[in-house]
Nanobody
């Protein structure tokens, strides 16, 4: 069994900052890419940022220069530092990880439960 548990969402004023965390636990052999997605009401889920296990991070154009994704591989945790938040960043943010479980020969994608981020004055 593998679980992704997110934390750090909340209500923040425009221009403010939040830091999201996502910790993976369970029978993990290896974690490949980790990333953050978001889904606003009435919109499709979209990629916000991704962090391969040993490569270059990627960001949606809408968050470049404001958001930073990072990983602590020793803790199986990915973070999303969000600065200069705008009302249009309001969404449910989901953590995603490509994980190979102990005893398995292939990797599968796992999702967290989501955490609400609301940017409003």
């Amino acid at each position: 069994q593998v679980q992704l548990v997110e934390s750090g969402g909340g209500l923040v004023q425009p221009g403010g900052s939040l830091r999201l965390s996502c910790a993976a636990s369970g029978s993990i052999f290896r974690i490949n890419a980790m990333g953050w997605y978001r889904q606003a009401p009435g919109k499709q889920r979209e990629l916000v940022a991704s962090a391969p296990s040993g490569g270059t991070t990627n960001y949606a154009d809408s968050v470049k220069g404001r958001f930073t994704i990072s990983r602590d591989n020793a803790k199986n945790t990915v973070y999303l530092q969000m600065n200069s938040l705008k009302p249009e960043d309001t969404a449910v943010y989901y953590c995603n990880a490509d994980i190979r479980r102990i005893g398995s020969m292939r990797s599968l994608g796992y999702w967290g439960q989501g955490t609400q981020v609301t940017v409003s004055s």
